[in-house]
């Protein structure tokens, strides 16, 4: 940045024979700063960074018109078929910068919607058909005697046996949020659930059984408040 502030001053402010002296310089230090973004890039990359796959596929079309365009102006070769290089390079980056824009607003969007779901009053759940535990906010864990969401996913790996009493209280449960595996309507029902030191918490649950967004499969998902 501070090395294209310096040589647009140059290009402004100073004769004609000082930017061409200096315009090698200048390619050479571009081209530095491409292969160290390039570098930065593949590093994020292999360490699963968000957006950096989608950054080094728009740095490598960016970097590359670049290079095209200072070996062409060093006649190193002539490229008629890759008219305005420079313009598509871009428009490219920035849509790719917008796309990440678009990435970052959505994951902030995300952020606060889980911060809502874990301050909710109400419990909340998501489980499988067979049991398992997807997700549940500190509220539902604690209506139970878990410490934290996280103590409850750790320890719970079956709600039928071990977060409803019993198993006909599963049963009732599976079979009014929908026991067919398919997608049903919110629904009401009084249960009977599993407290940590074994007593019994009697609670009222809206659930319905919804179809996951990935994978199709049917999963058991709602709020419970304690009675």
């Known amino acids: 940045i501070i090395a ?13 024979i000082i930017f061409s002296a200096t315009l090698t310089a200048y390619q050479l230090i571009t081209l530095g700063a491409g292969l160290y973004g390039l570098v930065i890039g593949i590093w994020a990359w292999q360490r699963d960074r968000q957006g950096a796959a989608l950054f080094v596929v728009g740095w490598l079309v960016f970097f590359g018109a670049v290079v095209h365009d200072i070996l062409e102006a060093n006649l190193v070769f002539q490229a008629p078929y890759l008219p305005q290089a420079t313009m598509l390079a871009m428009r490219f980056t920035s849509a790719f910068f917008r796309s990440a824009e678009l990435s970052d607003r959505l994951g902030r969007t995300e952020r606060r919607y889980r911060g809502m779901i874990e301050e909710a009053t109400e419990g909340i759940f998501l489980f499988e058909l067979d049991g398992w535990v997807v997700t549940v906010n500190r509220a539902r864990a604690q209506m139970l005697g878990y410490t934290s969401a996280a103590d409850m996913q750790a ?9 409803f009493a019993s198993e006909a209280d599963w049963i009732q449960f599976a079979q009014a949020l929908g026991a067919g595996g398919h997608p049903s309507q919110t629904r009401e029902l009084r249960s009977s659930l599993q407290h940590v030191d074994g007593s019994v918490v009697y609670v009222s649950i809206n659930g319905q059984a919804v179809s996951d967004l990935d994978t199709g499969q049917i999963r058991y998902q709602g709020m419970v408040q304690d009675v």
Not at 4 to 16: D, E, K, N
Not at 155 to 163: E, F, K, P, S, Y
């Open 155 to 163: 320890r719970v790996t079956d709600a039928r046996r071990q977060i």
């Open 4 to 16: 294209g502030c310096v040589f647009g001053a140059l290009v402004l402010f100073t004769p004609l």
